[in-house]
């Protein structure tokens, strides 16, 4: 067989052009007729009427239209001319009927009908499952291992008892359960693929959704996990009852004509290949079984990432989808050039870069041979830098610097103001025995500081803070906890015993009693 024929699956050039022909009306114009065309003999075979005549074409597209508003009208199109170009595509068959004849004029005429070639209407049938395909249909079967493990202990059984026909029929539904699984899987992870990366994702319907779909995933994980092993066992029993001979049985029952004794020896020798690399691959290659389960994982982790990215694009309110959307707008509404150069600048914050030049203030202490990179660097002022000006540039003297007493005068009185409030609040530690707001942040201030001041490596050193005319002391007290009450709730302090007095004295209280 030549290179080309082996690349084009056993068919030679001529073929391999018919059978892409097929497909021809997909892409022509007045596709979505042709499409509506090939629907009506659809239906009607359904209904095991298969030879069709023109007219009998045109009363099934008009039942298509009143049943779907998207079917087009028959009395609008051109039969006789779409179904020649459907013919010449190969997709139907034209013969001629004689018996349909009612006069000499209409036999003479050739009383055509038409129906579905196979490859043909195979063809259609693979369109209508792409045109149907959505992500409804992407789950994965975890039921489907049961069935497989019992299957194989089936095949064991009739291998040892010698039984060609069951032996061809448990391989080939392993081989249809397994190639299910496969594809299921394809094009469930393709789907979480897509889903991770679009930015299209509806907050509401995942956030809806997104228990159900890890639950599936979890629950097809530990199915996987849980018959691996068995699988991979049964296998291994099926072939010790004799290889060789169940894959003859399996080739001495299989019906199809057109294959060679060979031919059925070697497509069974290479399924049930597969089914081994699946479930029991030789060697420590890992099985497709155990790749499944790890981009089961996988995909866990991609819906918890999505997870995550719509929460927060939920906290935040807008998406980022949306934020580019608009600014796609502003870009695109902008009046000119320079407009659209400006809300570059704002939005990104990039600009041309501000190039300065400044000589050393004695420019003969630097060799002129030294290069950049062994130079000593010049100082350069934030003005020169920001504003491109040098310091003073202009009038030769300072910018008089702008001083509002007013504002100075309040922001003073409401600095002491406050001071005053701290104080009083941190005298009242001293005597009280319910800590008021103030009073609870006067403490929390005071243990800051206290805390601040630990020392690694002595934990059993007292430490103190002096502020506000109080003296706060945390004398470690290991297995002890003192409770501070305040309006707000308790405050428990681990190890450590607390005693406030105020500055200068040498008396010991307490806001709080010390619980062992």
Not at 76 to 81: A, G, H, N, V
Not at 156 to 185: S, T
Request: glycine share 8%; with cysteine; hydrophobic share 45%.
């Amino acid at each position: 067989m030549p290179d080309s024929a082996a690349a084009s699956f056993g068919l030679d050039d001529f073929g391999l052009d018919d059978r892409l022909r097929l497909f021809s009306y997909v892409n022509a114009e007045n596709g979505v007729a042709y499409l509506w065309l090939l629907r009506a003999f659809d239906a009607a075979r359904s209904s095991y009427h298969v030879v069709l005549h023109a007219s009998e074409v045109q009363a099934a597209l008009a039942g298509l239209a009143q049943a779907h508003p998207g079917c087009p009208d028959p009395a609008t199109l051109e039969l006789p001319r779409l179904l020649d170009a459907l013919v010449g595509w190969g997709v139907l068959d034209r013969s001629q009927d004689g018996a349909r004849a009612a006069t000499l004029a209409e036999y003479r005429n050739r009383h055509s009908v038409y129906q579905f070639t196979e490859a043909g209407y195979r063809a259609h049938r693979a369109v209508e499952s792409v045109l149907a395909a959505g992500l409804d249909d992407s789950t994965l079967s975890r039921l489907v291992f049961a069935d497989l493990l019992a299957d194989l202990k089936a095949l064991r059984d009739a291998n040892e008892a010698g039984d060609p026909e069951e032996v061809y029929r448990k391989l080939n539904r392993l081989d249809r359960a397994l190639a299910d699984v496969a594809e299921r899987a394809a094009r469930f992870y393709h789907m979480l693929g897509d889903l991770s990366r679009t930015h299209d994702v509806r907050p509401e319907a995942f956030l809806a959704h997104k228990d159900a779909l890890l639950a599936h995933l979890r629950d097809f994980h530990d199915e996987l996990q849980r018959y691996t092993p068995r699988l991979r066992e049964a296998v291994h029993e099926v072939e010790a009852t004799g290889l060789e001979r169940m894959i003859e049985a399996a080739a001495e029952a299989d019906e199809r004509l057109f294959a060679t004794p060979a031919e059925r020896l070697a497509d069974w020798q290479r399924r049930w290949a597969g089914l081994r690399s699946w479930l029991a691959p030789a060697g420590d290659a890992p099985s497709e079984a155990e790749r499944l389960a790890g981009a089961t994982m996988a995909a866990i982790g991609s819906v918890l990432a999505l997870l995550r990215r719509v929460t927060e694009a939920r906290r935040g309110g807008v998406s980022r989808e949306s934020q580019l959307r608009h600014l796609a707008a502003w870009f695109t509404g902008a009046g000119s050039d320079d407009a659209a150069h400006a809300i570059f600048e704002v939005v990104f914050g990039l600009g041309a870069s501000r190039h300065v030049g400044v000589a050393y203030a004695d420019p003969e202490s630097i060799a002129s041979r030294l290069s950049w990179w062994e130079a000593p660097a010049v100082e350069l002022s934030r003005t020169l830098v920001q504003h491109g000006r040098m310091p003073g540039q202009g009038n030769g003297r300072p910018a008089r610097i702008e001083r509002s007493e007013a504002s100075r005068r309040v922001l003073r009185e409401r600095q002491l103001a406050e001071e005053r409030r701290q104080a009083e609040a941190a005298a009242g530690l001293v005597d009280a025995t319910v800590l008021d707001e103030a009073q609870s942040g006067a403490l929390r201030r005071l243990l800051d500081i206290a805390l601040a001041a630990r020392v690694a490596g002595r934990a059993e050193v007292p430490l103190a803070a002096a502020a506000f005319g109080v003296r706060l002391t945390l004398t470690p007290r290991p297995g002890r906890f003192t409770t501070v009450v305040t309006d707000s709730g308790r405050l428990h302090l681990d190890g450590f015993e607390v005693s406030v007095t105020p500055a200068g004295h040498t008396g010991v209280r307490r806001p709080a009693e010390a619980v062992a």
